[in-house]
């Protein structure tokens, strides 16, 4: 069996317990800047996303994805993934840290498999866009949709007809063939950075100023469906992966927050 080597970056904004599992690698996401008490730049011991290329400054809107952008300029490996410090793959479905994904569960698909996306999350009685209308800002989406169409006409169709599903593969996780992350990737932060032109964060929310890391939660889905349409990638080259939150979800609060959300128009103004 031929060996694939594989990195995936593990974003976080604070000292954490990590994978053991030598593909996880650490990132500190929004490190530039960032002092500590006494005033010196804060240091988890993790590397830092404002080394080498990056796009660290842009974290407090981009989230997690200045960690994705660090790993597609600066790593080298036939895959490269990410995930959240409280949200990783998980071939057991049971939390807690002896049960993340690991390199020997991950080998045999090595190879075969392009492309590992989390299981999908499903809405159920919202599609993705509804729900994001009624949570966050329809906006968004509608000025991303014009982006799309001016730039990558290609893509229009399945933008369509993704944002019209109940379901689709969230949290910005992924483990890529590193040229299809590059493929991706440029795709991605073009239309970012076109959006930032076009939409300010300067009326928002902190929370809420934080919406282009949640669209592209939902172009990804866009750009794996163009790429399955247009023969690029095969639907057995695709493999989903259960995954597991490593702190707990207070689900009433996020139950009633979601109803306010979609019957009285008050959108989210925090995590769970």
């Keep these: 069996m031929n060996e694939f080597s594989v990195k995936i970056i593990v974003a976080t904004h604070k000292k954490y317990q990590m994978p053991s599992d030598q593909m996880y690698i650490p990132i500190h996401v929004g490190a530039d800047g960032k002092k500590d008490a006494e005033g010196n730049d804060l ?13 660290s400054n842009l974290n407090p809107s981009f989230c997690e994805l200045t960690g994705l952008y660090w790993a597609w300029k600066n790593l080298d490996a036939d895959y490269i993934g990410l995930v959240h410090y409280r949200r990783h793959f998980s071939k057991k479905r049971k939390v807690g840290f002896e049960n993340v994904l690991t390199y020997k569960e ?30 966050h800002y329809a906006a968004h989406l509608d000025e991303t ?13 399945s933008f369509d007809t993704v944002i019209n599903r109940t379901y689709g593969y969230m949290f910005n996780m992924m483990i890529m063939d590193k040229h299809l992350l590059n493929d991706y990737c440029s795709w991605l932060f073009d239309i970012l950075f076109e959006l930032q032109k076009r939409i ?24 794996l469906d163009e790429k399955m349409k247009s023969g690029v990638l095969k639907k057995n080259e695709i493999k989903e992966i259960p995954y597991i939150h490593m702190e707990k979800i207070n689900w009433w609060k996020k139950g009633m927050a979601f109803f306010n959300a979609k019957f009285f128009g008050n959108r989210y103004d925090g995590s769970f």
């Excluded at 991950?106 to 009685?125: A, E, H, M, Q």
């Excluded at 009326?203 to 866009?222: H, K, P, T």
């Design 43 to 55: 240091d988890f011991g993790y590397i830092k996303d404002n080394t080498g290329d990056n796009i």
């Design 106 to 135: 991950l080998r045999p698909y090595l190879g075969s498999t392009k492309i590992f996306v989390p299981n999908k999350r499903r809405y159920y009685i919202e599609t993705l866009y509804s729900h994001y209308a009624h949570t």
């Design 145 to 157: 949709r014009k982006i799309i169409a001016d730039k990558y006409l290609s893509y229009l169709n």
């Design 200 to 223: 300010s964060t300067n009326d928002l929310s902190a929370f809420q100023g934080r919406f282009y890391g949640r669209v592209s939660e939902i172009i990804f889905n866009v750009w």
